[in-house]
């Protein structure tokens, strides 16, 4: 017993060590804004928020709806990660409190994760690697340096892990999940598929009165929300999200999609069923590749096909629903054709499985006879996973510090951005995400300048933007209009090179 205690007080004390390591090892990626389209969404709702604006979206990056510039942020995004940065966003630099509170969910993932093998009865050898692994982990460490909603996802799903793991048959257990659900839903748009994989899991355990328990849970949180889509949007499981099945790529609804008329979901599979499906293909081997690549299992993937199909010695079959959970979060991102970002999306397959699978290697290392091969297969085992993680650690470090400059180019842009437009005044330009994160300032993107330059004056009636801001490269395109007296020149942003031109309606 004190035995036991002692590994258990052991375990934990090394948890803390290594969430406090790999938090240090963290700062110096903290030093940029690490720009990217979804943390200028989720920064730019949080601060109109703050501001006393509404739940409104004022960056205006695609046409598959005809909303205004400042439109609605409902449908648009998932809610409660931006709700959560409000209190952050105040200040003069809300992107590095909201990369802050990022980190913060981060540790906390990896703690529940901590917490979920111990519950599991992994071993505390088990717990500890796993922790390291999940904390140092490239992917993980890209997503809680950017302000993302991975971190605060994989939260609620080792939560729910945690809570399901305790008793499968327990209604209490299945409400308190179907709460969990609930506000993973608010949090990313690949949620409805843990409901898929516990409905599922309490099927496969004949618990039907437990999940009758789970879904009524989930209908009493989501029902209300559900209600406010359909007021606001029309259609109560209106999502951004549904425009990935009326398009082979999502670029094809920003810059190039104004004019276009979009077909229905059907329509759109019916004509291109061929493609789609070798493209999603294409995309389930990537993502497989992904998984067992570098970035993520790479050492431990014979582990991971190993575990599923045997429990270890005296083991109840409590990892179940995480299985189940990483299939169907495999699954959703491999057919969905529009979009293809592997270590994204692949990250909560990982995390999930990354403790089952563990303690399978932990197994198989344990058949060694001797202590000292043991530890030498750990060493060996670890010290690759090292090589993979620092190499990419490394890659990462270079990509956000190479941003340094143009951090620095677009604040001594800022100053004259400030002079030139007024603090309202709705941008287009090509880059509307880069607009509203540096300049802060509603924006929508131009129209593709080589495509449809026909349609930029029933673009600049129907959007109204009071500035358009251009590359140099693309002044040639605008030029018809400035010779017809809609832009004028205002200002050279040199440090960024950029034009500003204002929009102005010629005299009939």
């Known amino acids: 017993m004190v035995r036991t205690s002692n590994a258990r007080w052991h375990g934990i004390t090394l948890t803390a060590v290594i969430l406090a390591l790999s938090g240090l090892a963290r700062l110096p990626y903290l030093e ?19 501001r006393g604006r509404g ?72 717990v500890v690697i796993c922790a390291g692994l999940l904390a140092f982990n490239p992917g993980l460490l890209m997503y809680s340096v950017y302000p993302s909603t991975e971190p605060l996802y994989l939260c609620w799903l080792f939560t729910i892990l945690l809570v399901v793991g305790r008793n499968a048959r327990s209604h209490r257990v299945a409400c308190l999940a179907g709460l969990l659900t609930a506000l993973a839903y608010l949090t990313r748009p690949s949620a409805p598929m843990i409901a898929v994989a516990l409905c599922l899991w309490y099927a496969h355990r004949r618990a039907f009165s437990t999940l009758v328990c789970y879904l009524l849970t989930l209908a009493v949180f989501l029902v209300p929300w559900w209600a406010i889509v359909w007021v606001v949007r029309g259609n109560p499981f209106y999502s951004l999200q549904n425009f990935h099945l009326v398009v082979r790529d999502i670029t094809e609804g920003m810059a190039a999609g104004y004019g276009v008329t979009f077909p229905g979901s059907i329509e759109f599979l019916s004509a ?25 299992f790479s050492v431990l993937a014979v582990a991971l096909f190993l575990r599923p199909f045997r429990p270890l010695e005296g083991e109840a079959r409590t990892d179940g629903p995480c299985f189940a959970i990483a299939l169907v979060h495999f699954a959703l991102p491999a057919v969905t054709w529009a979009t293809f970002d592997t270590a994204r999306f692949m990250l909560p397959c990982f995390a999930i499985l990354l403790a089952p699978v563990v303690a399978e290697m932990c197994h198989l290392v344990g058949q060694l006879p001797m202590k000292r091969a043991r530890v030498a297969a750990w060493s060996l085992i670890l010290a690759a996973i090292g090589l993979f993680y620092a190499d990419q650690w490394a890659q990462l470090y270079e990509r956000v510090t190479s941003r340094r400059t143009v951090d620095q180019a677009m604040q001594v842009a800022r100053i004259e951005f400030d002079r030139m437009v007024e603090q309202e005044a709705v941008v287009a330009c090509k880059d509307p995400f880069s607009i509203s994160y540096y300049f802060d300032r509603p924006a929508v993107v131009l129209p593709d300048l080589a495509k449809r330059r026909d349609q930029l004056r029933r673009f600049l009636e129907e959007y109204r933007p009071s500035y358009i801001v251009v590359q140099p490269e693309d ?23 950029l034009e500003v031109l204002r929009v102005t309606t010629p005299a009939p």
């Open 475 to 497: 002044i040639q395109a605008v030029s018809a209009l400035a010779a017809d007296g809609w832009i004028h020149p205002v200002g050279w942003l040199g440090s960024v090179q």
């Open 272 to 296: 291109h069923a061929w493609e789609v499906t070798v493209k999603a293909g294409k995309q389930t081997f990537g993502y497989l590749l992904q998984l067992l690549g570098p970035t993520y």
């Open 55 to 126: 739940l409104v979206h004022t960056i205006k990056w695609h046409f598959f709806t005809s909303d205004e510039v400042r439109h609605s942020a409902i449908g648009e995004r998932p809610l409660l990660y931006p709700l959560l940065l409000v209190p952050l966003c105040g200040g003069v630099y809300p992107a590095r409190a909201a990369q802050y509170a990022t980190l913060l969910f981060a540790a906390a993932a990896v703690a529940l994760g901590a917490a979920w093998a111990q519950r599991m009865g992994y071993g505390w050898l088990a």
């Open 32 to 50: 940029q804004g690490n720009l990217s389209p979804d943390a200028a969404d989720y920064l730019n709702i949080a601060c109109n928020v703050a």
